[in-house]
């Protein structure tokens, strides 16, 4: 069962800032995926939009499910299944928000198996995005998270000693999910994978995005925001926390590459 009254209390904790109002939500989310409390996201959404209209039902609903979605990548799908997919349960017709950057809608077999074929199921290149701009939109945001050299670095480490890793690692999950901005901008997809390394016991890593939440842009404020929600969950879950490295201790010049 979602520890309700914490999840309240970050709640309150948010409602002096309107960007946080509508992130705090998503950064439980996913650190209570990560947690391996997934089932517990279904009353977390309905804690969260309890009252609200349903085009602001959706809203939240497109968001959360984004986020979710984007950091499988780091805890594992069966993990975001497990929260996803009770979500889904509660959802009547009418509530499920269909909306996906990264899909194609069409009704011909053929074309759809061209568009896979191809991998041009994005919306993004349906209006108009080549896939040299995807390519150059995840290489920008891998190169903002840790400077152009060390990113550099990193890529030329991974292609030497797998290939394929270089290939999933930094092509297919920077070009197709985190570097995709359309629902979630760059500092929210930082916050929220802070939260998801912290919780699935990843200190090293949750460093990084910690450290790349303010590198996109955002604040030390943020990153301590992202970081409390995640340290409150994990610790509620019985998540091994006490190796993170707290966002004011963090050095965000660092150009070490990993």
């Not at 995926?33 to 609903?61: C, F, I, N, R």
């Not at 919306?123 to 050299?149: I, M, Q, V």
């Amino acid at each position: 069962m979602a520890p309700l009254k914490l999840l309240q209390e970050i709640q309150v904790r948010s409602e002096g800032s309107v960007d946080a109002k509508d992130q705090w939500y998503m950064i439980a989310a996913v650190a209570m995926a990560a947690a391996g409390a997934g089932p517990d996201v279904a009353e977390l959404y309905q804690m969260v939009t309890k009252g609200m209209s349903l085009p602001d039902e959706k809203h939240v609903q497109r968001r959360l499910k984004e986020a979710v979605l984007k950091t499988s990548i780091l805890y594992g799908v069966p993990r975001s299944l497990q929260a996803l997919l009770p979500l889904f349960a509660t959802l009547k017709e009418e509530q499920i928000d269909h909306y996906g950057p990264r899909f194609v809608l069409v009704d011909d077999l053929m074309e759809r198996q061209i568009l896979t074929m191809f991998h041009l199921r994005t919306e993004a290149l349906k209006n108009g995005e080549t896939s040299a701009e995807r390519r150059e939109r995840g290489r920008r945001h891998f190169d903002t998270l840790w400077t152009p050299a060390a990113a550099q670095s990193n890529r030329d480490k991974n292609f030497k000693y797998q290939p394929d890793l270089y290939l999933l690692n930094l092509e297919a999950i920077y070009e197709q999910w985190l570097s995709e901005d359309t629902i979630l901008n760059a500092v929210e997809t930082q916050m929220c994978t802070t939260a998801a390394l912290i919780c699935s016991g990843s200190p090293q890593q949750a460093m990084w995005h910690t450290r790349g939440i303010v590198r996109h842009g955002g604040s030390i404020e943020m990153a301590r925001f992202a970081q409390g929600i995640a340290l409150d969950i994990g610790q509620a879950y019985g998540c091994k926390v006490d190796n993170v490295v707290k966002a004011d201790y963090i050095d965000y010049d660092d150009r070490t590459p990993h």
